[in-house]
C-alpha cells in the first residue's frame, strides 16, 4: 500500500491494482486550520453519510466508489476503495439558503460569486433559487469565491456548465430527500474529478456535517443564527477562543465542546439515514 497524499483530514494511499483507498480521520479543520483535537467517530461518520448519499446519487451522476467494505482492516468504517481520478482545482458549491461566507458576501456586495440577488435578504433567507458560487481549491491560505465566467476561462464552457448544472442537481436532490427527514440543506460544497475515459465524477465527500450546513425545519427562522447540525458549532466556539486569529495552531477543544459536535454530527447522521449510529 502506497501513502500518496495527505489532506487536512483524509489521506489517500493506492494499491498494487491501482485503486485508491480513501481514508477519512477524525480530525477537524476550522478556518482552513486542523485543530489539536480529534472528534471520536467523526471519520466514521463522514464515510458512512457519504456512501448513503453516493447510492442515492447515483442515477445523476457517477461517483468513484468502488466499494466501503473492501478496504483494510485497520480503516474499517472510514475508508472507501475509490477509482483514481484526476480532481477539478475548484470547489462547486450550491446555496439554497443565505449563510456563512456567502451571507457576508451578499452583505457586501448584494451578490454571491457574481450571482445577484434580491435586496432584503438576512441571514437564514431561502433563495428564490439554489445558486451555484464556486470558489477556488486553496492548498495554501483560505479558498476564495470566484464567479461563473472565471471557471469557464479555466474549464471551458462545455466542462463548466455540466459542473454547474450536477452541483445544483445533486443540491436539490440532497435538500429534497433531507426534507423528509426534517432537516434543511442550507447549502453544500462538492468536489468532482475526470477519470480516465474523460467522465465528470463526484468524488470525495458529499453531503455532510463537514460539507454541509444542515438545520432543523422546525427551528428554522430567518434572521438570526440557526442551530447547525454540523460544524458551525465548532467554528462559532473557535472564532470565540481568546486569543487565537484564527491561524495554526488552533487552539485544543475542550471536552464538553468535543461531545456536543459529535453529538450533533451523530444526529444528522442518524436523521438523515434512519439508522441508529453503531460505532
Known amino acids: 500500500m502506497k501513502h500518496v497524499y495527505s489532506g487536512k483530514i483524509r489521506d489517500l494511499y493506492e ?5 485508491i483507498i480513501l481514508v477519512a480521520s477524525d480530525k477537524i479543520s476550522v478556518y482552513d486550520v486542523v485543530l489539536p483535537t480529534a472528534i471520536p467517530d467523526k471519520g466514521k461518520l463522514l464515510t458512512q453519510l457519504s456512501l448513503w448519499w453516493f447510492d442515492r446519487l447515483a442515477d445523476l451522476v457517477p461517483n468513484h466508489v468502488l466499494s466501503g467494505t473492501d478496504v483494510p482492516a485497520q ?9 483514481p481520478l ?6 462547486c458549491i450550491a446555496r439554497g439558503y443565505l449563510a456563512g461566507l456567502g451571507l457576508k458576501e451578499y452583505q457586501k456586495q448584494g451578490s454571491v460569486s457574481g450571482v445577484q440577488l434580491p435586496a432584503g435578504l438576512v441571514e437564514g433567507s ?11 481549491k486553496a492548498t495554501e491560505g483560505h479558498d476564495e469565491f470566484i464567479t461563473l465566467d472565471e471557471v469557464t476561462a479555466q474549464f471551458g464552457t462545455e466542462l463548466t456548465d455540466r459542473l454547474r448544472e450536477l452541483t445544483l442537481e445533486v443540491y436539490r436532490r440532497g435538500a429534497e430527500l433531507a426534507r423528509e427527514r426534517g432537516i434543511i440543506v442550507a447549502d453544500t460544497k462538492l468536489e468532482f474529478g475526470v477519470d480516465a475515459d474523460g467522465q465528470l465524477v463526484l468524488a470525495d465527500e458529499v453531503l455532510t456535517s463537514d460539507s454541509s450546513r444542515f ?4 427551528e428554522w427562522q430567518p434572521g ?3 442551530r447547525a447540525m454540523d460544524k458551525q458549532f465548532l467554528r462559532e466556539w473557535a472564532a470565540a477562543v ?3 486569529d484564527k491561524t495554526y495552531p488552533g487552539p485544543e477543544i475542550p471536552a464538553e465542546v468535543v461531545a456536543t459536535t459529535r453529538a450533533r454530527y451523530q444526529e444528522a447522521y442518524e436523521r438523515i439515514t434512519g439508522n441508529t449510529w453503531t460505532s
Open 15 to 19: 494499491d498494487d491494482n491501482g485503486d
Open 75 to 83: 480503516w474499517a468504517g472510514r475508508a472507501v476503495r475509490c477509482r
Open 86 to 91: 484526476t480532481m477539478l482545482p475548484v470547489e
Open 126 to 136: 431561502k433563495l428564490p433559487e439554489p445558486i451555484f458560487t464556486p470558489t477556488t
Open 215 to 218: 438545520w432543523m425545519i422546525d
Open 224 to 226: 438570526r443564527p440557526q
Open 242 to 244: 481568546p486569543g487565537w
